[in-house]
């Protein structure tokens, strides 16, 4: 992909109050501009928004900043991500492969046999495919799992953690249809709420997005013709927001999506089945 903001694009840096221009290189080596609420998270991105106005905004909580060798922030897809330390080599990335067509041949027959909306098109397009495996982590995938919502980003960030949560707002070319192509960005961006069936319920709670290279990394050949830093969607960083989760969510009328609410029951997802039976039967391939 392309690295965003060749020129500067506005941000808020740790350390200074007001959102100033920035390299992008600034604001991944950067430890994050501080927030004490939701309210004033949504507030500076709304600047981020009309200053970049450009690029769409979209949003990714974590529980850590992850950084490369060279100290940056990095937002790799899940197949390409290490075990351990240092980038997976070429035999841990063809494993990683094998297990992702495994998955994909396993879902598009269930899919199919279960009767869902759209199974044609699922056997069609890999990117589709990828994206319901991804969402639903069933194994590794090129993809990497976002939302259009703040409020649900910043709750992920926060669940089930006591310290320090981070906000990632990437800006991506503007959005049309369920899968958005941009040759001139590298990218490809897919809405999960038109590629998952209605009866699909989590991902259009959580409204969703996955981001992909583009043309799209089908298996281990085409990696071959990338450099490993070149797969990072760290370079479509805008900004990068830390706050504490247990003063950040104290107003009341901005309360954090609860985790029930993030992953209903399975009693209620009835597209849950299909894919928890496809992490059954690879569930040997998923390391």
Sequence with gaps: METIGTQELWSFIDGKSEATTARISKIRKGAGHTVNSFLELASKVAELQFRNRDHVLLFGG?????RNKKGNSTLKPTLFRPLKKGNPNSNTLIQRFEALRDAEDDLACRY???GFLGAERLQRQHILR?????????????????TASLRVAASFASIDHKGEAFLFVLGVPNLSGAITASAEAGLQIVRLSSVCPPKAIRPH??????LGEYPEMSDFGRVQQYFQY????????????RFEPKTFWKDDAFPMVTKKALYPSPQ???FHKVVSAVKQSISYLRE
């Design 112 to 114: 199919q046999q279960a």
């Design 62 to 66: 974590q529980s850590a900043d992850y």
């Design 268 to 270: 209620g997802d009835p």
């Design 230 to 241: 070149e797969i990072d969607f760290g370079r479509r960083l805008v900004a990068k927001f």
């Design 130 to 146: 990828w994206a319901i495996l991804q969402h639903y982590e069933v194994c590794r995938t090129p993809l990497l799992d976002i």
């Design 205 to 210: 709670l959580q409204e969703g997005y996955l």
